[in-house]
């Protein structure tokens, strides 16, 4: 008897171990920023919708969700950077999320603001701006 209630303790703590990691990894502004940070625009591309309203820098339009992953491709391959940083985050919406983040590379300081839209149960990046900070 006191070996099962053993083994249904160990069982239950090591549910709720993987359960609060597993939470953590999967907090969707933070695998976002995630992607910004170490320049990913692959990884970052399963996020975007099928259109993406794309404010880089001084150029601004609507693209495909291959043709934002091209641009923001390309403007990682630009700019190293060093870190990132949420600024701001508001997830309390049940159809939109919001978050600003903050990019550094060796030598600029980038802001970018991102709004999620809720298709079919799954948040995905609608728009992106990408600002430098003088």
């Known amino acids: 008897m006191m070996k099962s209630a053993c083994i249904i303790l160990l069982l239950f703590f090591t549910n709720l171990k993987s359960h609060v990691v597993y939470s953590r990894i999967d907090d969707l502004i ?3 920023t995630n992607c910004f940070r170490t320049g990913n625009s692959k990884e970052l591309s399963f996020y975007l919708s099928s259109t993406v309203s794309l404010s880089l820098l001084e150029e601004s339009n609507t693209y495909s969700k291959n043709q934002a992953e091209i641009l923001l491709h ?4 630009r700019y190293a950077f060093r870190s990132g940083k949420i ?3 508001m997830e309390t919406n049940a159809s939109n999320r919001y978050a600003v983040i903050e990019l550094n ?4 300081k980038f802001r970018v603001s991102l709004s999620l839209k809720n298709f079919n149960s799954k948040f995905l990046i609608t728009d992106i701006r990408i600002d430098e900070v003088k």
């Open 74 to 77: 390309n403007f990682f391959d």
């Open 30 to 32: 933070d695998n976002i």
């Open 87 to 89: 600024l701001h985050r």
């Open 105 to 108: 590379s060796a030598t600029q």
